[in-house]
């Protein structure tokens, strides 16, 4: 069973870097084709992709943000690391992290499943 | 950058079909993926390679992917579909998300 986990902090101060950590079971990023991605949702708006990272180390970034993310990972202890950037009040929302599986013969697959979320205000 | 256009909202009373529809420039020729979000939890996928459900997904829900337009149809909607729903497909090896289509059930 997969299951993964955000955790870090849920207040941060404008200016300040926030890092968020991934913890997941159930799968290796070691593993051919797989990858752990990080995606956020401020209150009452839409989803928004942020960042992922495949079991080769390749990093991708949304090109809005790209200037304010690293991901980074750790597969012996099973984490992705997300920081991001100079906080300000518009970041505020809800941060989830989401496994990649790798792609079976027809192809990619989707995300599944999602972390539960955690909520991270940025506030003076 | 690869855009994928979902229309905001969409309607629709228990017992009949819901279609909601993902635009984009050639998406028939990837494959299209589907997450339900309901108020307060994290995304589900529903539906991936344009027409896979995963374990547990309900048979009412199935999708389509031809030219420039993804659907996910839902029939028989039931109250408990009620939700926010994202398309998704792979620009490379980068993901593109739809701004998502709130399912109102009437």
């Known amino acids: 069973q997969v299951t993964l986990k955000e955790s870090g902090p849920t207040l941060v101060k404008p200016t300040e870097t926030l890092t968020l950590t991934c913890t997941f079971s159930?799968?290796?990023?070691?593993?051919?084709?797989?990858?752990v991605g990080w995606f956020r949702q401020p209150p009452g708006k839409a989803l928004e992709w942020l960042a992922l990272?495949?079991?080769?180390?390749?990093?991708r970034y949304s090109p809005f943000l790209r200037n304010r993310l690293t991901i980074t990972k750790d597969p012996s202890n099973n984490q992705v690391v997300l920081t991001m950037t100079n906080m300000a009040p518009v970041d505020t929302g809800t941060y989830y992290c989401?496994?990649?599986?790798?792609?079976?013969?027809?192809?990619?697959?989707?995300?599944?499943?999602w972390g539960q979320g955690t909520l991270v205000t940025v506030s003076s | 950058s690869y855009d994928l256009t979902q229309p905001p909202s969409v309607s629709v009373s228990p017992g009949q079909t819901a279609s909601i529809t993902c635009s984009g420039d050639?998406?028939?020729?990837?494959?299209a993926s589907w997450y339900q979000q309901k108020p307060g939890q994290s995304p589900m996928l529903v539906i991936f390679?344009?027409?896979k459900r995963p374990s547990g997904i309900p048979e009412r829900f199935s999708g389509s992917n031809s030219a420039n337009t993804a659907t996910l149809t839902i029939s028989g909607t039931q109250a408990v579909d009620e939700a926010d729903y994202y398309c998704?497909?792979?620009?490379?090896?980068?993901?593109?998300f739809g701004g998502g289509t709130k399912l109102t059930v009437l």
């Open positions: 989401t496994h990649r599986p790798r792609p079976d013969r027809s192809g990619v697959v989707g995300f599944d499943p």
């Open positions: 159930g799968f290796s990023l070691n593993s051919g084709g797989v990858g």
């Open positions: 990272i495949y079991w080769d180390d390749d990093e």
């Open positions: 050639k998406l028939g020729d990837e494959y």
């Open positions: 390679q344009d027409t």
């Open positions: 998704q497909a792979w620009d490379m090896s980068t993901p593109v």
